[in-house]
């Protein structure tokens, strides 16, 4: 089953913060199926169902059986329900 690795991104701008300095936080990291119809792009919603509308993909394609489903370096920001969602 191919899955689509998303970041759930925090946005925000404290209010010192000038013009154009935007700054993105990740805020957790999600999988979702692929969408049956459009090969790269999510399904409505993660395995954890939150609505994957918003949410940014992740360039990252596992390895293979038993490779990490996200990329280690986004590692801290897993989400667990999506985790054990894949693990089952
Ligand atoms: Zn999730």
Redesign the pocket.
């Given at each position: 089953m191919a899955i689509i690795v998303l970041q759930?991104l925090d946005k925000q701008m404290p209010p010192d913060f000038g013009p154009g300095a935007a700054a993105s936080f990740i805020a957790?990291?999600?999988?979702a199926p692929a969408d049956p119809d459009v090969p790269g792009d999510p399904d409505d919603r993660?395995?954890?169902?939150?609505p994957t509308l918003g949410m940014e993909p992740v360039p990252y394609e596992p390895a293979g059986p038993g490779a990490s489903w996200l990329p280690p370096n986004m590692r801290q920001w897993e989400?667990?329900?999506?985790?054990a969602?894949l693990r089952a």
């Open positions: 759930e957790a990291v999600h999988a993660t395995f954890c169902g939150r989400c667990s329900d999506c985790a969602a």
